[in-house]
């Protein structure tokens, strides 16, 4: 059997809801495959990727409040073209791409990458909001943090929702709550690198493309 394919779950933080004007304050990523572990398909982690990034703008309260940063945090950051280039060489070419409710961090990214001149990856991305709420349909809540408190014990790591909204945190919970998403309905033969997102397209529909949002 062909290796397990490889994942970045990413997070971004940003000073509001709207690409057009708002901006990236935070970046960051986990990249991970998949392995057999006590006869289950667990995640296993490969790398982390974490970053303030330096705004054009004060950081309006209401953002602060949910993403609890504020300027001070972020005045000594690098500025986001820096932080994307470090971003996009950790993420590599041969990735999958996951973000929950992906169309929100996909459009900020893009947008951020083009306003820099930058080239946009040709990275599938997959929206594990889409997933779960195939998958998981007796959840009443898709909410990450809520997906993640009711998976309990299927999940490698507790849920502490004072991190919650943090990006690095918000990472490391995507990847735990995707991969049992991904266990509840494909076989280890269906998540290798040749067939992973055919398999899980059927499932998700089309995967994004970055370049569909700029």
């Not at 990413?10 to 991970?32: H, M, N, P, Q, S």
């Not at 929100?104 to 709420?133: C, H, W, Y």
């Not at 494909?186 to 998540?191: N, Y």
């Amino acid at each position: 059997m062909l290796p397990y394919v490889t994942f970045v779950a990413f997070d971004l933080e940003t000073t509001g809801l709207y690409a057009k004007k708002d901006e990236i304050i935070e970046v960051a990523g986990v990249k991970y495959t998949l392995e057999k572990k006590d006869g289950k398909i667990s995640a296993k982690t490969i790398g982390e990727y974490s970053s303030f990034v330096k705004p054009n703008m004060f950081i309006p309260k209401e953002a602060t409040r949910i993403n609890k940063i504020t300027d001070q945090m972020v005045d000594d950051a690098p500025p986001a073209k820096k932080v994307l280039t470090e971003f996009i060489r950790f993420c590599g070419l041969s990735t999958v791409l996951v973000a929950h409710n992906a169309a929100f961090d996909s459009e900020f990214l893009a947008k951020t990458l083009k306003r820099n001149g930058m080239m946009i990856p040709q990275n599938p991305v997959i929206d594990s909001l889409k997933v779960s709420r195939k998958i998981m349909l007796e959840a009443p809540s898709h909410k990450l943090g809520e997906l993640a408190k009711r998976l309990g014990n299927q999940l490698s790591l507790k849920v502490d929702e004072a991190n919650l909204h943090r990006a690095l945190y918000d990472c490391e919970v995507l990847k735990e709550v995707f991969t049992a998403c991904l266990r509840k309905r494909f076989q280890e033969k269906e998540l290798t690198m040749d067939k992973a997102i055919q398999s899980i397209e059927k499932v998700h529909g089309t995967a994004l493309q970055l370049k569909s949002y700029v």
